[in-house]
């Protein structure tokens, strides 16, 4: 998987209301955890199922900048270019087929949405 590769980028300009602690100044938060929870039209089961989203608030200059991309993983991608849910989520969320189409298909998805390591 890629921070950089496949997935569109959000850079929108956060605005600081109050004053940011000194010891914050030129520091940065780094997070991920799930970050979309439908695909297609399709709701996943359990939050935990949502593609992995890493973003970045960066505190600079008097102010915040938030930076945030979808993991690229094989199985994002794959979701992405069918636009619809192609594997069984790790926490219960099925693929479109029913019973049938997921008793005997054993494949999860990649979610990339638990550990960030900087």
Avoid: Q
């Avoid at 030129?26 to 297609?40: A, I």
């Amino acid at each position: 998987a890629a921070f950089s590769g496949g997935a569109a980028a959000v850079r929108p300009r956060l605005r600081v209301d109050g004053e940011v602690p000194g010891e914050l100044l030129g520091g940065t938060l780094w997070r991920n955890g799930p970050g979309r929870f439908e695909r297609g039209g399709t709701a996943y089961a359990h939050m935990l199922d949502g593609d992995g989203l890493v973003y970045c608030v960066e505190l600079r200059g008097g102010g915040a900048r938030l930076r945030a991309r979808f993991v690229a993983t094989a199985e994002y991608l794959e979701e992405e270019e069918a636009s619809e849910v192609c594997y069984r989520g790790t926490f219960g969320t099925p693929k479109p087929g029913g019973v049938a189409g997921n008793a005997l298909d054993l494949r999860t998805k990649n979610l990339s949405n638990t550990n960030l390591i900087a």
